[in-house]
């Protein structure tokens, strides 16, 4: 038996730490329990900038955790924190929204905090690391499924940082022992998603009016669509993606299935059996569409989403109501 692993895990005799930056946020809230199941010590390096302060304390009070609070923007922070480790995950980033309106802070945070963290990892011997990149890298999608070997197009400085941090794996596993993968997470949703998301808030928005006895309200014909990927698959594809052996690579992490704008309304209004129809609110929309192609991380992981659409909105509409004031 397995001496470390509970669920799927690999044989690690004596656990071996990985470095989760950005560990107690959306995603690290999910990913550090799938990795402490996995057989690893997590180590989780994080400024607090945006987390939910009562998951981060659950998080930390898990054996096996242990918080480094520091900022990956500042390199001694980060070699402290690197010290020791296996292996890292790197979440620590500062979102889309905050991109646009702050160039300056969001490229110190998301490419210079890549550069600092790979610097150290590559000084430390570190073996592995896991990146989160973003499907944003593809820009307005000309062609779909959006493939790994098709045409990117980082349209803001957030989707060039997380482009910049993929070709800064590859520069610094020239120079290595590093073997990487980035992982290009589509439209990630599921319980304690952040409200100011900027695809997927559109979730809560629809379910807080629906809550009100209110329709949703569309803007333009709401054929818009993202590719909706479940945070517990993205935290399982975290996982597989750190101990797998495959390096070199960024792979895709969504569903393969388009969800329009129009059509997550009318699932929330079946989910929630309310009694209205959804509004639609003339416009000029652009009509931007997602959808992975998932082809390659089935290959090369043997990763396949496992929540379905409808289950995953049932999962947001539990946690909504379990956290209702
Ligand atoms: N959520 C999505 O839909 C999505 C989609 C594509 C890519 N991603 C990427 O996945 C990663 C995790 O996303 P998330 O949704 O959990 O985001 P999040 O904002 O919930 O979590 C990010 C974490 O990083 C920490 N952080 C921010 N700046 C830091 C700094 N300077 N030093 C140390 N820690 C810092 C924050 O405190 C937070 O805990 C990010 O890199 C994000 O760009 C997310």
Known sequence: MRP??????PVRVGRSTVLVTGGLGYIGSHAV??????GWRVRILDNRYRCDADAADALCAMPGV???????????????????????VHLAAVCINKSIADPAESLDV?????QHLLDSVSRHGVRRVVFASSASVYGNATQLPMREDGPVDPLTPYCTAKLAGEQ??????????????????????GPGQPTD??????????????LAGQPP??????????????????????????????????????????????????????????????????????VARREASVERIAEVLGWRPRVEIDEGLASVLDWIKQHRA
């Open 217 to 286: 309200v569309i803007d333009g014909r709401g054929d818009q669509s993202m590719d909706f990927v479940h945070v517990a698959d993205v935290a399982r594809a975290i996982g597989l993606a750190l101990d797998s052996d495959a390096s070199g690579e960024s792979l895709n992490v969504g569903t393969g299935r388009q969800t329009t704008v129009a059509e997550l309304a009318e699932r929330l209004v079946v989910a929630m059996g309310a009694d209205v129809v959804p509004q639609f609110r003339p416009r000029e929309v652009l």
């Open 168 to 189: 800064l794996l590859a520069f610094h596993a020239q120079r290595s022992a590093l073997t990487w993968l980035a992982l290009r997470f589509f439209n990630v949703y």
């Open 33 to 38: 329990p799938e990795l402490l199941d996995r």
């Open 4 to 9: 470390n692993a509970t669920r799927g895990g």
């Open 197 to 210: 998301a900027f695809y997927t808030s559109v979730i809560l928005t629809f379910v807080k009016r629906l």
């Open 110 to 114: 998301n490419l210079m905090g890549t």
């Open 66 to 88: 242990d918080l480094v609070e520091g900022d990956v923007r500042y390199p001694h922070a980060v070699d402290r924190a690197v010290q020791g480790v296996e292996a890292v």
